[in-house]
């Protein structure tokens, strides 16, 4: 067996100029306020995870749960002080995603508003993209 040998250039480039990259997700005032409320009475947790997962009529749904550590391929969104990691297998299907948090009078709910949704099952569980 015989190895092979690839060659390759490194070259300086000044002019080329650098795109800032947008956040994978990022987080309402209200969703900060609230991760903030609820990791106050766990401080051995550092922060949200945030999952996806088969469920609904035929598509994905998020999960959210408390994390101590940070894995070894989550992606981490820290804003205002809050940390957000995203599980490798959701982070495709959050980017330029907003989490909010809303309340009303019968409901408080995580609310993710997904521009690259395609549609949503009936049943209000999953989406597809």
Known sequence: MSASLVWATVRAVSKRKLQPTRAPLTLTPS???KIKQLL???PEHV???VGVRTRGCN???YTLEYTK???DSDEEVIQDGVRVF???KAQLTLLGTEMDFVEDK???EFVFNNPNIKG???CGESFNI
């Open 40 to 42: 106050k009475d766990k």
């Open 106 to 108: 019968l409901s408080s």
């Open 69 to 71: 550590t940070k894995g």
């Open 120 to 122: 949503t099952c009936g």
């Open 59 to 61: 598509g994905l749904s």
């Open 47 to 49: 922060g949200v995870k």
């Open 86 to 88: 995203i599980e490798k």
């Open 31 to 33: 969703a900060v306020n």
